[in-house]
């Protein structure tokens, strides 16, 4: 079976699965649910998708369906995110007017737009973008998008490294279907959980995390389905296999109201 992803051939996240299954074929869904519903359909074999960016922040919509999805993260993957503006051969940057992307790139590049004085507009791939800028043929719209997209789309780079950041990076999660589980070279984990509705609830929470030997790397809070409840989602780093997996989550610390593990996996190299 084929590598799902969000996103259109020359995407990001077409590349991300490229370089952690370049033997595999690859195919792109346009929305995140619909990638989802490929996954636990079993139409794909795992899917390749965003979790977060080091600019700005996590990618709520893959965020939210983590967590009883019927699925399993087992991989991370970091990818340098480098936009360009791909246009019209030799059109001036001053003749663009419009510049079209995924929400988050054009999130990524705010202060680039602002200073141009483009206006964006929001489509729901960065290599769509891409596409939809070809097809017009208009020299004053212009896309934000990965500069390897623009010869298969007979556009041009007109300007390399926009972005607001230098550091610029997408985490990607390669998830499965099924239950989570823990292998042995697994020395970090993704998990969700409620508090108990008192005060000091997380900040016991977290302290007795780290006195078991845990790491946070990430924390967020999300609403749940009942209206002003939290769930936090937190990523953090343990001794390797079962046994460093039972040493933080074994029992679960008390003050949870809800548990969920969203899965274990090898933690991998954060680019500086």
């Known amino acids: 079976m084929p590598i799902g992803y969000?996103?259109?051939v020359y995407s990001y996240s077409h590349t991300a699965a490229g370089e952690l299954f370049p033997e595999r074929d690859r195919v792109g869904f346009s929305t995140f649910p619909g990638a989802f519903d490929a996954l636990v359909a079993g139409k794909v074999a795992k899917?390749?998708?965003?979790?977060?960016?080091?600019?700005?922040?996590?990618?709520?919509?893959?965020?939210?369906?983590?967590?009883?999805?019927?699925?399993?993260?087992?991989?991370?993957?970091?990818?340098?995110?480098?936009?360009?503006?791909?246009?019209?051969?030799?059109?001036?940057?001053?003749?663009?007017?419009?510049?079209?992307s995924h929400p988050q790139a054009l999130s990524q590049a705010v202060k680039w737009i602002v200073h141009h004085g483009w206006e964006p507009m929001p489509v729901h791939d960065t290599a769509g973008a891409v596409r939809l800028v070809?097809?017009?043929?208009?020299?004053?719209?212009?896309?934000?998008?990965?500069?390897?997209?623009?010869?298969a789309h007979g556009?041009?780079?007109?300007?390399?490294?926009?972005?607001?950041r230098s550091h610029n990076?997408?985490?990607?999660?390669?998830?499965?279907?099924g239950d989570p589980t823990v292998a042995e070279e697994a020395n970090k984990s993704s998990i969700a959980f409620e508090t108990q509705h008192r005060p000091g609830a997380l900040a016991l929470v977290v302290t007795e995390l780290g006195l078991r030997g845990?790491?946070?790397?990430?924390?967020?809070?999300?609403?749940?389905?009942?209206?002003?409840?939290?769930?936090f989602f937190v990523d953090l780093t343990h001794p390797p296999g079962r046994e460093g997996f039972d040493s933080v989550f074994d029992p679960i610390p008390a003050t949870m109201a809800e548990f969920h593990h969203l899965g274990s996996y090898h933690a991998a190299p954060r680019p500086e």
């Open 6 to 8: 969000q996103g259109e």
């Open 155 to 164: 556009l041009e780079v007109l300007a390399s490294d926009v972005m607001d």
């Open 47 to 100: 899917l390749v998708l965003p979790v977060e960016n080091s600019t700005t922040g996590s990618i709520l919509p893959v965020l939210d369906s983590l967590v009883g999805g019927g699925t399993r993260v087992v991989a991370e993957h970091y990818l340098p995110v480098r936009h360009a503006v791909l246009g019209v051969p030799g059109t001036p940057l001053d003749r663009i007017k419009e510049i079209r």
């Open 169 to 177: 990076t997408t985490r990607f999660v390669v998830l499965e279907k």
């Open 214 to 231: 845990a790491n946070m790397t990430r924390i967020e809070s999300r609403p749940t389905d009942e209206a002003w409840t939290y769930r």
């Open 134 to 151: 070809s097809e017009t043929g208009d020299p004053s719209i212009a896309a934000l998008a990965p500069p390897w997209a623009a010869e």
